[in-house]
Every structure is written in C-alpha cells, then in structure tokens.
T-cell receptor
Framework: EDKVVQSPLSLVVHEGDTVTLNCSYE??????LLWYKQEKKAPTFLFML????IEKKSGRLSSILDKKELSSILNITATQTGDSAIYLC?????????????FGTGTRLQVTL | GAGVSQSPSNKVTEKGKDVELRCDPI?????LYWYRQSLGQGLEFLIYFQGNSAPDKSGLPSDRFSAERTGGSVSTLTIQRTQQEDSAVYLCASSPWGDQPQHFGDGTRLSIL
C-alpha cells in the first residue's frame, strides 16, 4: 500500500528559528514529490521535486529530495508568524496520463513571537 | 477567475439525499482532480480527468460516487444516497497537464446529518 509519512506531527518554534520538516514515502511508480502549505482552505503549492530536479529554493524555503532514502526535507529559515500553517507532503504516482497524489497527514507548524 | 473555483463552499444535507459538487478549473488546464479530506485524515485521491483520456476512477470509494467533466472544463462530483461517513471537505485541483503541479480550490465542506 502506498504510504507517505511526515514528521514531526506538530512543532512550535519562536520567530527567527530554523525548522526542518521531514517526509518519507513508499509508493509504486514514483513520479514526483510536492510540498504544499495549508492555512485555512486551499493547499498552496510550494515545490515540486523530481528525478531531474532534486533541490529547490524560494526565499527562506528550500527542499531536497533524496531518492535513495525515499525521503524529502523542507527547510524554513528565519521563521515568521506568517509561516504558521500545516505543511503537506504529497507524492505523485501512477502510470497513467497524470499523477495521482498520495498525501501525508501533515506537520502543523506554529511560530510564536 | 485566476484560481480553481468550487461551489458550493458549504453543503449540509440529510442522509440519503444526492449531492452535486462543482469545480471550475484554471483556464487552459487540461488535467482536473478530485480529492477528499476527512477530519484527522490526509487528502485522499478520488478521480482525475486528463484531456480526452478515460478518467482514472481508481480512488472512488463506492459506486455511489461518480464524476463527469463536460467540454474539457467544468467538472461535477455526484454522491448518491449520502451517508454520514461522506462528511468531509471535497477539494478539486487542476494542472496544465498530467505531471505539472496541481493547484487546489478552497473546497466544498459537506456535512451529512
């Protein structure tokens, strides 16, 4: 059975701290790994990592895919209260014309002043 | 609009009734996906449509669930004879084509009394 596991389940940090969120997966027909940020409603796309793009960076956020270890990390440096959200890891899989995403249950991040 | 649009945003109905949920994808996106997010659970894939290919229905939990996509754009997810376990947030996503990042709508919160 396809599985995506995220850790920690929740995290409370002080503004300015650096955090690392973890995602490990066991899926058949791996195609990609995606990170999303979910605040109130729609998950917002952050990064997509594939065999041809294993490291991505945008501002204070960065992510690395380790295909050997079947895992990924999402780093957030100099955290701000606006980073408080649930961070979702999803793995795109399948042999069809599009990727079906299997999601982890998320890491809830709270950034305090 | 610029993003994925879903309606209604909230739906409350009695057990046994049929419901229809609507999704209007980002203009030009050929791939459309439905997911379900139940309380305390990760997002669960239901179905996807990609261009003129046959839809991948492998995630639909029972034959009470069906979906169609007319004219390659708007999609409707129909749940017949609703049960209490169908209560969840139903999220729609679209992407330019099958292996591109999926962008989500705000979802429809379905409550079955």
């Amino acid at each position: 059975e396809d599985k995506v596991v995220q850790s920690p389940l929740s995290l409370v940090v002080h503004e300015g701290d650096t955090v690392t969120l973890n995602c490990s997966y066991e899926v058949t027909n791996f195609r990609s790994l995606l990170w999303y940020k979910q605040e109130k409603k729609a998950p917002t796309f952050l990064f997509m990592l594939t065999s041809s793009g294993i490291e991505k960076k945008s501002g204070r956020l960065s992510s690395i895919l380790d295909k050997k270890e079947l895992s990924s990390i999402l780093n957030i440096t100099a955290t701000q209260t606006g980073d408080s959200a649930i961070y979702l890891c999803a793995v795109g899989r399948g042999t069809g014309t599009a990727s079906k995403l299997t999601f982890g249950t998320g890491t809830r991040l709270q950034v305090t002043l | 609009g610029a993003g994925v649009s879903q309606s209604p945003s909230n739906k409350v109905t009695e057990k046994g009734k049929d419901v229809e949920l609507r999704c209007d994808p980002i203009s030009g996106h050929t791939a459309l996906y439905w997911y379900r997010q139940s309380l305390g659970q990760g997002l669960e894939f239901l179905i996807y449509f990609q261009g003129n290919s046959a839809p991948d229905k492998s995630g639909l939990p029972s034959d009470r669930f069906s979906a169609e996509r007319t004219g390659g754009s708007v999609s409707t997810l129909t749940i017949q004879r609703t049960q209490q376990e169908d209560s969840a947030v139903y999220l729609c996503a679209s992407s330019p084509w099958g292996d591109q990042p999926q962008h989500f709508g705000d979802g429809t919160r379905l409550s079955i009394l």
